[in-house]
């Protein structure tokens, strides 16, 4: 078929074979197929839908367009968690060790940072002499001898996505769950996870903002996992406020390092314990939830979750005594407080607009060749239902000592005005909305 007839067939609410999908996606790799007409093909896909066949099907091609991973020569199920990306998730700083000292590998390929939101990447650079490559046999065999290892993605996987996605954000057709999702579960397919926990954030802060859009998204991802034999959970958490109280890369790690030493937040905790208990369970290191939850308080309590983190940083060449002294950090010289505007209760708490004063502190990036400060960024002293006098800090900005000083003030500004302050205690956020399996959505 040639490649107008198969963007017509989409475009009039079609179902695309297999065969018409591996050609659509070899020939746009390849080149042969050009920009205008895979954006036409994306747009049809924007307005069409895809079926959950259809988007199976892309999902395999676009993993099978570059590099796949074969982690079969690590010993026992390969679980792989995936954040739709949020302002201060330094979950995988938590949940790669905690999951590891409970007995399931974590082999994670993981993603820089890009706009408001961080990745996990930029964060590990931040302790001193973390080297983020490994060969593809030192990766392998550091899982098997420490049980974990968290790398860069390489540069050849799923290339076809990687052009996709460029195409996508200049043609106004990233916002389609199909073509989300299947960008996604392309890249955790090719990493080689035998099973996969996903979250999925709704809010201000995420990508989905509402929750009916989040589960649509999930739903999407569990059917890919479901279709192509990945044993696929989905949680729904919320991003209306940042998580945990670090935004910045090096604060990121401190606040990591005090939740697997038991003294992170309260959310950031919780968030790693639900997130852990799937990968536990899907990994067969126990049998429901709940248990699986306490075995990861058990070692947090006992400290291997900590040691873990400390063999893991060790392994990859940094420095494992940031795990008890965190001073060994990088940290920005200049500190500057946001002071509240009035008496009250904290309402609200844009996390955009705390990702974005983050990025602009140098934290994060604007575009992908901006070079970012690992030590610079936000910590939030207050947090949503918290009471707040007048003139009390509500955050730290954590800036570079040559920071220009108008700067410094507009990008407080933004802080402040990120914090919405009531004369009523809100409603503490629930943090936890859904879990979305194959058998279907459980709302909390
Ligand atoms: N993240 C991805 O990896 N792909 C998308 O399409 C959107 C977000």
Redesign the pocket.
Known sequence: MRTVDMIQKKRDGGELTRQEISALIQGYTQGTIPDYQMSAWAMAVYFQGMTARETADLTLEMAASGEQMDLSSIRGVKVDKHS??GVGDTVTLVLAPLTAAAGVPVAKMS?RGLGHTGGTIDKLEAIPGFTVELTRDAFIRQVNEHGVAVISQSGNVTPA?KKL?GL?DVTAT?N?IP??????MS?KIASGADAIVLDVKTGSGA?MKTLEDSVRLAEAMVSIGTEVGRRTVAVITDMEEPLGTAVGNALEVRLAVETLQGRGPKDLEELCLELGSHMLVLGGAADTASTAKEKLKEAIASGAALRKFKEFVAAQGGDPAVGDNPELLPTASRQREVPAAADGYVGHITAEEIGVAAMELGAGRETKESVIDLSVGIRLLKKVGDPVRRGEPLAVLYAKSTEDNAKLDSIQERVRLAYRIQSEAAEPRKLIHAVITKDGVTYR
């Open positions: 739709t990306g993603g996505d996605y996508r990233v389609s073509l989300i999702a299947s960008s996604i890249k990508f």
